[in-house]
């Protein structure tokens, strides 16, 4: 069985996946969109969308409490089921 820190540690994980993710491909979109059209800068509208998703992911996982529970609780019971598949 997992346990709670293992749990939240795993989730975290995911959170900083999802920041690393979110910000190579924002790097590579705004280098596409300044080397091929610097006049209409659309790469701000995809910071600014998914940013939003970050920044809510971060933000209920960092400073949520209830929501940070709920997630640890989600963890531990996928890996459970996922142990129990084997």
């Known amino acids: 069985m997992m346990t709670h820190h293992e749990a ?3 989730v975290q994980r ?3 996946i999802h920041f690393g ?3 190579a491909v924002n790097v590579g979109l705004a280098a ?3 080397s091929r059209n610097p006049d209409k800068l659309w790469f701000l509208w995809v910071i600014l969308g998914w ?3 970050v920044a809510l992911h971060g933000g209920l996982l960092y400073f ?3 929501s940070r ?3 640890i609780h989600r963890m531990q019971a996928r890996m459970e089921a996922r142990a129990g598949i084997r």
């Open 69 to 71: 529970e709920r997630m």
């Open 8 to 10: 939240l540690a795993r």
């Open 32 to 34: 596409l969109n300044l």
């Open 51 to 53: 940013g939003l998703g």
């Open 64 to 66: 949520h409490q209830p």
């Open 21 to 23: 993710v979110f910000a």
């Open 14 to 16: 995911g959170f900083w």
